[in-house]
């Protein structure tokens, strides 16, 4: 029989997820808002369904699995707006739902370790906001709900080459400051090791081994592109948009035992040197 998967928001996780899945025979049924991307979704492979909650009820009544990646608006999660009763009523019949959550949900740990067991305490409207929207889906009843926090997503048009080699990259320096991150293929094979090994009510972080300053990641990249590093700048001069700024708010490192233990997970790029070498490797 084959195995359908339903997308709420196919975006660069969810692109990767069904780019994997495709070719094994899955259908996959992926969101839009736009009518001028439903031929580009296609071309994909995957079928496009207009977001609207008359086209998302008969492609759910369709999907065996279901991904959520989607994030909050102002208003909340616009999935659990458009389509909640739909999904709580379907909810007994599908063998897996996945919601794409963030590591934010922890808040500022001072540079400490967290795990799935650590409440989380965010501090930023980001983290908080995805706070209140994993507890919404947990709140809905009979749903095989798998919460996956993801750290700082990077890989094939998300690295740091193009920056640097146009010299508008930064080394932004606050010290003590790391960032747990991880690449886009590793966040996809996870999804599929979950999908072939579901547990309902699961929370896993979704990360690679080795937290690191950013500023390490940039001066890394640069010796690949064998360029100067760019200068080092001081967080407290920096120039950052309140988003960019949010970021440096929280100071963490995240472990990923569970994801490893429960699916057997071997990541294939275990730390960002491993992961722009690949990219360089493939984009040039």
């Known amino acids: 029989m084959t195995q359908t998967l339903l997308t709420l928001g196919h975006g660069?996780?969810?692109?990767?997820?069904a780019a994997r899945l495709l070719p094994q025979g899955w259908q996959v049924l992926a969101t839009h808002r736009d009518p001028d991307?439903?031929?580009?979704?296609?071309?994909?492979?995957?079928?496009?369904?207009?977001?609207?909650?008359?086209?998302?009820?008969?492609?759910?009544?369709?999907?065996?699995?279901?991904?959520?990646?989607?994030?909050?608006?102002?208003?909340?999660?616009?999935?659990?707006?458009?389509?909640?009763?739909?999904?709580?009523?379907?909810?007994a019949d599908l063998d897996w739902l996945g919601y794409l959550s963030t590591t934010g949900v922890y808040g500022d740990q001072n540079g400490g370790w967290v795990d799935e067991d650590t409440p989380p305490a965010p501090s930023t409207a980001r983290g908080k906001a995805r706070l209140a929207a994993e507890r919404a889906w947990s709140a809905l009843p009979g749903l095989?709900?798998?919460?996956?926090?993801?750290?700082?997503?990077?890989?094939?048009?998300?690295?740091?080459?193009?920056?640097?080699?146009q010299g508008s990259a930064r080394r932004i320096v606050k010290?003590?400051?790391?960032?747990?991150?991880i690449h886009v293929e590793d966040i996809a094979q996870a999804l599929e090791a979950s999908i072939r090994q579901p547990r309902p009510g699961a929370v896993y972080n979704l990360c690679d081994d080795d937290p690191a300053p950013p500023q390490e990641v940039i001066a890394h990249a640069a010796r690949l592109l064998d360029l100067?590093?760019?200068?080092?700048?001081?967080?407290?001069?920096?120039?950052?948009?309140?988003?960019?700024?949010?970021?440096?708010?929280?100071?963490?490192r995240v472990r990923n035992d569970l994801v490893k233990r429960e699916l057997g997970l071997r990541l294939i790029h275990p730390d960002y040197r491993s992961g722009l070498a690949t990219l360089l490797a493939e984009t040039g």
């Open 12 to 17: 660069y996780c969810a692109r990767a997820l």
């Open 37 to 91: 991307r439903a031929a580009d979704l296609a071309a994909t492979g995957v079928t496009p369904v207009l977001w609207t909650r008359e086209a998302v009820a008969a492609a759910l009544a369709q999907a065996s699995h279901v991904l959520v990646s989607a994030g909050p608006d102002g208003e909340g999660d616009p999935a659990l707006r458009l389509a909640g009763d739909l999904l709580a009523a379907r909810g």
């Open 144 to 165: 095989p709900l798998h919460i996956f926090r993801l750290a700082g997503i990077y890989g094939p048009g998300r690295g740091p080459f193009e920056k640097v080699r």
């Open 175 to 181: 010290p003590g400051q790391v960032f747990s991150r």
């Open 228 to 252: 100067p590093p760019p200068p080092e700048v001081p967080f407290a001069e920096a120039d950052l948009t309140p988003m960019a700024r949010s970021f440096y708010a929280e100071n963490k």
